[in-house]
């Protein structure tokens, strides 16, 4: 899934509960609510284009790509 460019904010258990295998979040998404991906046991690979990592709130994806 491709989170939208132009999104700024991913909230709350925004992915609560998650199927996805693959997310792609844009440079635009700047904030990341705590839990945001909270039950994304599925969720193995992230690729980010922006500068605020949300590596605090992933805790079971497999592979986190940061892209420029």
């Known amino acids: 899934y491709e989170i ?30 705590k839990w945001a991906f909270s039950g994304s046991t599925d969720l193995r690979t992230i690729y980010f284009y922006g500068k605020n990592e949300p590596r605090y709130y992933i805790n079971s994806c497999k592979q986190f790509i940061i892209l420029t």
């Open 4 to 33: 939208p460019n132009g999104v700024q904010l991913i909230g709350e258990d925004a992915f609560w509960p998650c199927k996805l295998v693959t997310l792609t979040i844009p440079a635009s998404v700047t904030t990341f609510d």
